[in-house]
């Protein structure tokens, strides 16, 4: 089992609509995470994090945490043309330092 | 404040060949961690760099190596490059090594392509 996973995608939504991007997790010791976006071609660029379970929100973007259930997810309210890139979702092991997943691609449609 | 800088932008090796890359630490910063993405894939972490020590390293092979300067710079070093080590490398700087929120800033990576 892979230590994060991810649906690859391309999610795709229309313009103004909520979109939900989902991670699970293998290791329960995870104790930090995070979600980076990355458009094609450029390097990723931090987005949110989230360490204990619930919602943390900022401005559009929602990130929540189930640690029992090893989930985690961010939704994006008001989907614009310019967040379409590739999410990647990442959790942070101390001594294992940052794992990432295999992003979710997201298309916003106009 | 000075951002992440890598170099060279692209690089084109042949097989068996060794390769250095290179990165300049944002402003202030004194930890780097350097991660290879291979196309398609999530960035895979290789190792870090605190304060010049190793500082953790991923499931990477020993020909992978690395180093960290006086001014936190650092070099990833590879050695007998092989055809699967094509792939964007990316180097990220942040302040005081890894835990809970310390946020990484990335470089644009160097594209490596190994012939």
């Known amino acids: 089992q892979k230590e994060v996973e991810q649906n690859s995608g391309p999610l795709s939504v229309p313009e103004g609509a909520i979109a939900s991007l989902n991670c699970t997790y293998s290791?329960?010791?995870?104790?930090?995470f995070f979600w980076y976006r990355q458009y094609s071609g450029k390097s990723p660029e931090l987005i949110m994090f989230?360490?204990?379970?619930g919602d943390k929100e900022d401005g559009r973007f929602t990130a929540q945490l189930n640690k029992a259930s090893q989930y985690v997810s961010l939704l994006i309210r008001d989907s614009q043309p310019s967040d379409s890139a590739t999410y990647l979702c990442?959790?942070?092991?101390?001594?294992?330092?940052?794992?990432f997943g295999p992003g979710t691609r997201l298309s916003v449609l106009p | 404040e000075t951002g992440v800088t890598q170099s060279p932008t692209h690089l084109i090796k042949t097989r068996g060949q060794q390769v250095t890359l290179r990165c300049s630490s944002q402003?202030?910063?004194?930890?780097v961690s350097w991660y290879q993405q291979a196309l398609g894939q999530g960035p895979q972490f290789i190792f870090q760099?605190?304060?010049?020590?190793?500082?953790g390293r991923g499931n990477f092979p020993p020909r992978f190596s690395g180093l960290q300067f006086p001014n936190y710079s650092s070099e990833l070093n590879v050695n007998a490059l092989e055809l699967d080590d094509s792939a964007l490398y990316l180097c990220?700087?942040?302040?005081?090594?890894?835990?809970?929120?310390?946020?990484?800033?990335f470089g644009p990576g160097t594209r490596l392509t190994v012939l």
């Open positions: 990220a700087s942040s302040l005081g090594r890894l835990a809970g929120g310390n946020e990484q800033f």
């Open positions: 990442v959790l942070y092991n101390y001594g294992q330092n940052f794992v």
């Open positions: 402003s202030g910063h004194n930890t």
């Open positions: 989230i360490y204990s379970n």
């Open positions: 760099y605190y304060r010049e020590e190793e500082n």
């Open positions: 290791d329960r010791g995870s104790q930090s």
